[in-house]
């Protein structure tokens, strides 16, 4: 959270299109925020602004979803030499464990609720109050539903060991493979298994760690808003923002995480898509 990153000239943080509510969200919320233009996206004009995946109609989401399925179960078929070989690699070069394993966020359909037995009084079978401070799970899920996500592992098997941290250019925690996986996106792979089980899509907001969601929502506004949608191995903010991880470039992954909220379409989905494939071959990852 550390890097401090020059900030460019401000430029329009929308492409040109016509005045409509979700629009002017975007613009509300990306006040202040150096956000660059995204031409290339197609500006859906809405009557009122998307709030999270049930607005998307059940049409679209089905459409979505059966997108999802035939993609991962293509790619899984296709790339499984690659992830074989991979999987070797991983376990030559470095000691531990081929398939790294961590606690993500995923969709929140849920608004933020109040806890009526804070207006009301403790129960009096709570009188005693036999619960672990911490341990209430309604108040968990507020954030999103958590889910294991999977990935090749880059990392050190002692890379946190001094607590949760974000990666950075040039981590020296990264191992010498994982360089090349990271920056290429082959680390990725394994999480086709998250997409087939419904747990992310291929197009969303890139999935945060719980340890971060607290301290980011209190310091980006509206930043929970971005749990409509499933996240995503891929997105806008993956695709135009990369990897950043100062306080700024959490700022602009959210202002594009919910200008994609609200343009999300088919037609868009494949325009991600296509551009994520040119990020992988000209080897823009971190």
Same mark, same amino acid.
């Given at each position: 959270?550390?890097?401090?990153?020059?900030? /460019? +000239?401000?430029?329009?943080?929308?492409?040109?299109?016509?005045?409509?509510?979700?629009?002017?969200?975007?613009?509300?919320?990306?006040?202040?925020?150096?956000?660059?233009?995204? +031409?290339?996206?197609?500006?859906?004009?809405?009557?009122?602004?998307?709030?999270?995946?049930?607005?998307?109609?059940?049409? @679209?989401?089905?459409?979505?979803?059966?997108?999802?399925?035939?993609?991962?179960?293509?790619?899984?078929?296709?790339?499984?030499?690659?992830?074989?070989?991979?999987? $070797?690699?991983?376990?030559?070069?470095?000691?531990?464990?081929?398939?790294?394993?961590?606690?993500?966020?995923?969709?929140?359909?849920?608004?933020?609720?109040?806890?009526? *037995?804070?207006?009301?009084? /403790?129960?009096?079978?709570?009188?005693?109050?036999?619960?672990?401070? &911490?341990?209430?799970?309604?108040?968990?899920?507020?954030?999103?539903?958590?889910?294991?996500?999977?990935?090749?592992?880059?990392?050190?098997?002692?890379?946190?060991?001094?607590?949760?941290?974000?990666?950075?250019?040039?981590?020296?925690?990264?191992?010498?493979?994982?360089?090349?996986?990271?920056?290429?996106? $082959?680390?990725?792979?394994?999480?086709?298994?998250?997409?087939?089980?419904?747990?992310?899509?291929?197009? &969303?907001? *890139?999935?945060? @760690?719980?340890?971060?969601?607290?301290?980011?929502?209190?310091?980006?506004?509206?930043?929970?808003?971005?749990? &409509?949608?499933? +996240?995503?191995?891929?997105?806008?903010?993956?695709?135009?923002?990369?990897?950043?991880?100062?306080?700024? &470039?959490?700022?602009?992954?959210?202002?594009?995480?919910?200008?994609?909220?609200?343009?999300?379409?088919?037609?868009?989905?494949?325009?991600?898509?296509?551009?994520?494939?040119?990020?992988?071959?000209?080897?823009?990852?971190?």
């Amino acid at each position: 959270m550390s890097t401090q990153l020059q900030e /460019p +000239p401000r430029v329009n943080p929308v492409a040109p299109a016509p005045e409509n509510n979700s629009l002017r969200d975007i613009e509300r919320f990306a006040e202040g925020v150096s956000l660059p233009p995204v +031409p290339w996206l197609t500006q859906l004009s809405l009557d009122q602004p998307r709030v999270n995946v049930h607005c998307l109609g059940s049409f @679209r989401s089905t459409v979505k979803r059966l997108a999802d399925i035939v993609i991962a179960v293509t790619m899984l078929v296709l790339l499984s030499p690659l992830m074989l070989l991979t999987a $070797i690699l991983v376990k030559l070069t470095s000691p531990g464990p081929i398939i790294f394993k961590q606690t993500r966020v995923g969709l929140n359909l849920r608004g933020k609720v109040s806890d009526r *037995r804070l207006e009301n009084g /403790p129960h009096p079978e709570e009188s005693g109050d036999r619960r672990v401070p &911490g341990s209430d799970r309604r108040v968990e899920q507020n954030y999103g539903r958590l889910f294991t996500l999977y990935k090749f592992r880059t990392m050190r098997i002692d890379a946190e060991k001094n607590g949760a941290q974000f990666a950075v250019a040039g981590d020296s925690r990264v191992t010498p493979i994982g360089r090349f996986l990271r920056k290429s996106r $082959i680390d990725e792979l394994p999480q086709l298994w998250n997409v087939l089980k419904g747990e992310m899509a291929f197009v &969303g907001p *890139r999935p945060e @760690r719980p340890e971060f969601i607290e301290m980011l929502s209190r310091e980006i506004p509206d930043y929970l808003r971005r749990l &409509g949608l499933k +996240p995503g191995l891929t997105g806008v903010a993956q695709i135009v923002n990369g990897y950043d991880n100062d306080i700024e &470039g959490f700022r602009r992954k959210v202002a594009f995480d919910l200008q994609y909220l609200q343009n999300c379409c088919l037609r868009n989905d494949l325009k991600i898509l296509l551009r994520t494939v040119s990020v992988v071959v000209l080897g823009k990852g971190q």
